[in-house]
Nanobody, 126 residues
């Protein structure tokens, strides 16, 4: 069974930066979409940034221009990074790395996901 492990969360002040990483425990089939979802207390889960196995990216409007997702192509498994700049208090949430197998492009409104991480907390103070 494949597991995803996130790292890099923490607490920063508004305007600061953090970098999240996500690594899969073993090989994931080549055609995937992976990235980060977040959920704040009392709010629904939302997709933040996704990247497919071809390197095409997709971002939620709320993070465009501030977050950048990338993947390590040298690794024969899912290995993602997300740099978050100019963080805002509304970015405070638990961030989960997730992935799903697909033959198409990533979809921000995807509900069914095949692999999940345990989550890492991001807290931004004003």
């Amino acid at each position: 069974q494949v597991t995803l492990r996130e790292s890099g969360g923490g607490s920063v002040q508004e305007g600061g930066s953090l970098r999240l990483s996500c690594k899969a425990s073993r090989y994931i089939y080549n055609n995937y979409c992976g990235g980060w979802f977040r959920q704040a207390p009392g709010k629904e889960r939302e997709a933040v940034a996704l990247i497919d196995s071809g390197g095409r990216t997709l971002y939620a409007d709320s993070v465009k221009g501030r977050f950048t997702i990338s993947k390590d192509n040298a690794k024969n498994t899912l290995d993602l990074q997300m740099t978050m700049n100019n963080l805002k208090p509304e970015d405070t949430a638990m961030y989960y790395c997730a992935a799903y197998l697909t033959g198409g492009s990533c979809q921000l409104d995807r509900i069914q996901l095949d692999y999940w991480g345990q989550g890492t907390q991001v807290t931004v103070s004003s």
